[in-house]
């Protein structure tokens, strides 16, 4: 019994054991999007995502039914670690929308309707990752009123999706990506597809097969692809549609619907490749100026058709054309005009493909393919170096831009090598130096001939041509005055120099104007001195508002420059002169004695900062800590410099139109020692004028006294009249 007992207890403690087990597994479940803001968090927290720094790690398996994750952040890296993100059929497993250098790498991504979508995002890399079972597009690159450019997209495994790669564009450009080293198979689609305003894109070393088709090319130009394999594609292995520029080298193009089919393309390069038992080798419809050889076709059940326009089928003599598996023709002369004994591999007679284009020099051997992405690309790189004006001091610019023969413009700032797409000129149009563009001596242009890129043996080429650069020359010019009312005049200074270097012996002219510049008056003109300064005195004809210019005509080294300063000046009681300089608009200036405010207005070019310099006579401040600055009534920041009889206050400000109003505090208290000679003499003068009254008054009769607010004579007084009237009555009588 107490077997049995224990036995049942056990048994109702597996069962209930069991039961919460059951309770506590999670049913896999689809969650919501997962994103990765622009402050680097993650949301939900609860993420199978881990972060380090900038590497975001999964850390489990995803399942959304919506999109899966949405990268918000540049600059980092999403490993996947090989596990799976896995969606419902629609949505989008990663997102990017206008993203900068993001790595997506080692993960699997399958059931969304786009694997991988990048939305006008820019220098990003999606690299081995298994991307399967996308109703879209595998990996999709768009953008709509945007450009983007410079991704790399390499190493993937791209089956069983819609479509494989797609880059595409709506009002915009896409251009200098690399799709290179991807396995793209079974999609429904084209495994690679590149339309729309594409251009100076790479595609090479791909495996693309069993596809509804191999590579489109649709409205684009100078696109590179080459050592693909294109083999048991449905429709076509390569496919063009008013594509231009384009170069199709070292392909293997194999057993596809049709080998190659140009529409209405024009100045393509096709060379080097082996295309082998498709419908159609190559199909050419109205084509201009394409240029076909080295080119193995074999076994094509149509080796060759053009409907409409005249091509080039061979590279010359001895170069030669293409291999054809069907040319029934013999190799025993050589030459140009294969009329010399002796075979050459080249056939004797042309392969006629219609009445306007043949094969001038067929191949008796098939052409030594390569079929991996050793293929040579021709490079160039651009390497300048730049000088000042002298041509002899090495100075480094921020930026350069490059314009390319098609009118491309690349802004760079070091040295770039392209993998060469396009001949004709390259030129330096345009070179950024400290902010300011800068123009050079003469225009560096190199020339790239088509012999040159069609060569796969031509080496690199490097261009570093030596620019001397027209730097600007810096004129600043500053601006002293007393505060004096009489004498009143203004210092003028400032330096001539280019590159940090002084220009001495330089005649500067120094004009100023009063009708807001619509006419100048010469002050002076100063030569500079061994240092590149100059300075001049100007006795202002009258008070008022200014501009004063400080003009530099050039030479043949240097460019000539100018600068304008302006300066508003009011007097006060005709004994001060307050006086304002600025790189701002300077109007309204007014003094209100009463509140002690010096007031003005000042206007300048939003986006530049404007400054002030306000010099205030002394005798006007008490304490120059209690001189208070206000922009807009806002307090603002000054320094104070003691010059002579004047204080130079200056602040700066961002241009606008502003009202700057100055308090100057309480007004100064005079103490003795600082009465002028001038005072002295006025109350010598007061004085002297009350002597003579007070004496007149006496000789007249009695001067009066104040006494408890009463006028009394005093005893001294009256003895003092007394003796006035006996004297005058003496002289009276010695008169007499």
């Not at 622009?38 to 489990?60: C, H, K, M, V, W």
Request: charged content about 10%; glycine content about 10%.
């Amino acid at each position: 019994m107490r077997l049995r007992a224990v036995s049942g207890i056990m048994l109702t403690l597996f069962m209930f054991s069991m039961l919460t087990l059951a309770f506590n597994i999670q049913p896999v479940r689809a969650i919501g999007t997962i994103y990765i803001r622009a402050d680097g968090s993650i949301e939900p927290s609860t993420a199978p995502i881990q972060r380090n720094g900038d590497l975001y790690t999964l850390t489990g398996n995803i399942t959304s039914d919506t999109d899966g994750i949405v990268v918000g952040k540049d600059n980092i890296v999403v490993d996947g670690a090989g596990y799976t993100l896995q969606g419902t059929g629609v949505g989008t497993g990663i997102y990017l929308s206008v993203r900068r250098n993001v790595t997506i790498t080692n993960m699997k991504i399958k059931i969304f309707y786009y694997g991988i979508h990048l939305f006008a995002s820019s220098n990003n890399i999606i690299s081995g990752n298994n991307i399967t079972a996308n109703s879209g597009r595998g990996i999709y690159l768009y953008a709509y009123f945007y450009s983007y450019y410079d991704n790399i997209i390499s190493g993937n495994n791209i089956t069983n999706n819609g479509g494989g790669i797609e880059l595409s564009v709506t009002t915009g450009s896409s251009h200098n990506n690399i799709i290179s080293g991807n396995n793209i198979t079974a999609n429904s689609g084209y495994g690679i597809d590149i339309s729309y305003t594409s251009y100076d894109n790479i595609i090479s070393g791909n495996n693309i097969t069993n596809n509804g088709g191999g590579i489109d090319l649709g409205y684009s130009r100078d696109n590179i692809i080459s050592g693909n394999n294109i083999t048991a594609n449905n429709w076509c292995g390569i496919y063009s549609l008013y594509d231009s520029n384009n170069i199709i080298s070292g392909n293997n193009i194999t057993n596809n619907g049709n080998g190659i089919n140009l529409l209405n393309s024009s100045n393509d390069i096709i060379s080097g490749n082996n295309i082998t038992n498709n419908g159609g080798g190559i199909d050419l419809y109205s084509p201009s100026n394409t240029t076909i050889y080295h080119n193995n076709f074999i076994n094509n059940t149509i080796q060759a058709r053009v409907s409409g326009g005249v091509n080039m089928w061979d590279n010359g003599y001895p170069s030669g054309g293409n291999h054809w598996s069907d040319y029934a023709g013999v190799d025993l002369l050589n030459g140009r005009y294969q009329n010399e004994t002796g075979f050459d591999g080249i056939g004797d007679t042309p392969y006629v493909i219609d009445e306007n284009n043949q094969d001038n020099y067929p191949l008796i051997v098939p052409w030594p393919l390569k079929y991996t992405p050793k293929y040579k690309i021709y490079s160039l790189t651009v390497d300048p170096v730049f000088y000042d004006n002298t041509g002899t001091t090495l100075i480094q610019p921020s930026s350069w831009t490059i314009e390319f023969p098609n009118g491309t413009i690349r802004t760079v700032s070091s040295t770039v090598t392209y993998n060469l797409t396009q001949t004709g000129n390259y030129s330096i149009v345009s070179i950024i130096w400290k902010g300011v563009e800068v123009i050079p001596e003469t225009t560096p242009t190199t020339s790239l001939t088509s012999e040159m890129v069609r060569s796969s043996l031509t080496s690199d080429i490097v261009w570093s041509p030596s620019i001397n650069c027209l730097l600007p020359t810096s004129l600043p010019i500053s601006l002293s005055s007393s505060t004096s009312y009489v004498g009143f005049k203004v210092k003028i200074n400032g330096n001539l120099t280019c590159n940090e270097g002084s220009l001495s012996g330089a005649p500067i002219l120094l004009s100023y104007s009063v009708t807001n510049g619509e006419s100048w008056n010469d002050i002076t003109l100063v030569n500079t001195a061994s240092d590149g300064g100059y300075s001049a005195e100007w006795m202002l004809p009258a008070t008022g508002n200014y501009l004063v210019r400080a003009t530099w005509s050039g030479n043949s080294t240097y460019p000539g420059a100018t600068t304008i300063i302006n300066l508003a000046v009011i007097p006060f009681k005709e004994q001060n002169v307050f006086s304002v300089t600025s790189n701002s608009t300077v109007s309204e200036l007014a003094f209100n004695s009463t509140s002690r405010e010096l007031s003005f207005t000042v206007t300048g070019p939003s986006g530049t900062t404007g400054y002030v310099n306000v010099y205030i006579a002394k005798t006007l401040v008490d304490n120059i800590a209690d001189v208070k600055v206000y922009l807009d009534g806002n307090q603002l920041n000054y320094t104070a410099t003691s010059e002579d009889d004047s204080w130079l206050l200056h602040f700066t400000y961002s241009h606008s139109t502003h009202t700057i109003t100055m308090n100057l505090g309480l007004a100064p208290f005079i103490p003795p020692q600082l009465i002028t000679p001038l005072s002295l003499s006025i109350l010598a003068l007061a004085l002297t004028v009350a002597t003579i009254l007070l004496v007149f008054k006496i000789r007249k009769g009695t001067p009066p006294t104040i006494l408890n607010g009463v006028f009394k004579k005093s005893k001294q007084t009256q003895i003092a009249t007394t003796i006035g009237t006996k004297r005058h009555k003496t002289r009276s009588m010695q008169g007499i």
